[in-house]
């Protein structure tokens, strides 16, 4: 597999890149973002995963996220893949909240989705390798956290993959998407109307169906504009108290949905990862 | 003078605030940012400047300048202007580097500019006046600093007023507009063929002039795609060595032109100005 390098800068001492490729899962070039710290040659990093929300890119992470001091200072390498597959080809919603910009980190299997929005796979399994052959990162030390629909597609991949990451968490996510507008449109469209196939895609419901996790960190602001409708955090928090998982969840006043959220609480998670990463 | 709040949002425990108002100085409604960290009800917390390059809006520096975590650890405001009047009625230029994003902070003298382009008066006299009523600053504790045509801002304001500003930094500063394709262009366009009224905007023309600071600090990106032909730190080190100022200025191997370069350095110019505002 190879990979273009569309811009390198340097960084808090080390490189943010952008790169693409040609996905197979997707069928179309994808475009990802790569923050490698400053390192001792042949020296391999720990991994934390970035996966963002409804109509952001890699870019919106890479340009408001302030991980980069953090990542720096404690050796991890962050990868902030893309939302959905782009291009004239792929087909679109008219709203913000499916389609492209909205890939919610599934498989489709409905048309016309199923060709090209296959963002589980992408996420799961291609892009993972791509990322190990082509950085200095240890594969066998990876955490994954993410925004909204990304802290979503955090928490779902990581209670069906158990093992594959040593450290979990999520900033606003969307917790039990079968439950609420969002995920019901999403889902209901990539995946059609048996909502048993949707409960792989749900954490909530993942939970319930006996997926595990040694631990979580969640991050909520509560002048979230999404908070009632959409996300839902109680949801979450009493599911992983009935099954045991140590979830820690916490609400901070005054704070909403943006950038300004997640950058603000984003040097704790990093350092939250590192803590286990480097364990 | 009443400010019309356009955004507000909680961000590292303070408040990151866009603002427009009905300006004076350009006869156009003006945009600016302004982070307020958490503090006392009642205290006045001192006041950064920040002036940025040609192309942006206040909310570049807002948006990608990671100065939120570094001015809510010191307890200082940062005030971030726009660098031109907008508008349909403001003419412009087809360069990035002349007209609208392109302001210079000069008071243009030619038309059909002289009507709009105002900018050493609107961020020298109006939106510090206005800054000082509307937020909790203590006016008395100001430093300032900017990014290319922005640092030229920076420091060609406080060399023409001594005693204003506690501290003055620049990133990637247009140190000698006069002697560069840049502010040929800016200053003779904005000013006229008359290159005696250029050196009062231009750095190191002042430094020759008399003028003086107390220090200053400057970072520069030896990967600067901009550092040969409009930069040239050389001339302000040279000028400064000549003129007994002591600058400090640093040149780092890898850095670019970008908010990457800028966001790496900005926590330590923030440091740097809180040292000499909380004295």
Chains 1, 2 share one sequence.
Not at 157 to 184: C, D, M, Q, T, Y
Not at 220 to 232: N, P, S, Y
Request: hydrophobic residues 40%.
């Amino acid at each position: 597999m190879t990979i273009e390098t569309l811009s390198q800068a340097r960084a808090h001492g080390g490189t943010q890149g952008v790169y693409r490729h040609a996905s197979t899962a997707t069928g179309t070039p994808m475009t990802f973002a790569v923050f490698v710290p400053e390192h001792a040659p042949g020296a391999r990093l720990p991994v934390l995963w970035y996966l963002s929300g409804l109509t952001c890119t890699h870019a919106n992470v890479m340009d408001k996220g302030e991980y980069r001091a953090a990542c720096a200072r404690h050796g991890v390498i962050l990868v902030a893949p893309d939302t959905s597959p782009r291009g004239d080809d792929v087909p679109d919603d008219e709203g913000y909240d499916f389609g492209k910009g909205a890939g919610f980190y599934v498989d489709a299997t409905q048309e016309p989705w199923a060709r090209h929005f296959q963002m589980r796979s992408y996420v799961e399994d291609e892009l993972p390798a791509l990322i190990g052959e082509h950085f200095p990162a240890d594969m066998d030390r990876q955490g994954i956290t993410g925004h909204s629909m990304g802290g979503h597609g955090a928490l779902t991949i990581a209670l069906r993959n158990p093992g594959r990451f040593r450290s979990v968490s999520a900033f606003a996510p969307i917790v039990a998407p079968g439950a609420v507008p969002w995920g019901e449109k999403a889902l209901g469209g990539y995946l059609g109307d048996d909502r048993a196939t949707w409960r792989e895609y749900d954490a909530v419901a993942l939970i319930e169906d006996g997926a595990r996790l040694p631990g979580m960190l969640v991050d909520q602001g509560m002048a979230d504009q999404f908070l009632v409708e959409q996300l839902r955090p109680h949801l979450l928090a009493e599911a992983c108290e009935a099954a045991g998982i140590p979830a820690e969840i916490r609400l901070h006043e005054g704070y909403d949905h943006s950038y300004n959220f997640i950058s603000t609480f984003m040097a704790d998670h990093v350092a939250w990862h590192a803590e286990r990463l480097k364990a």
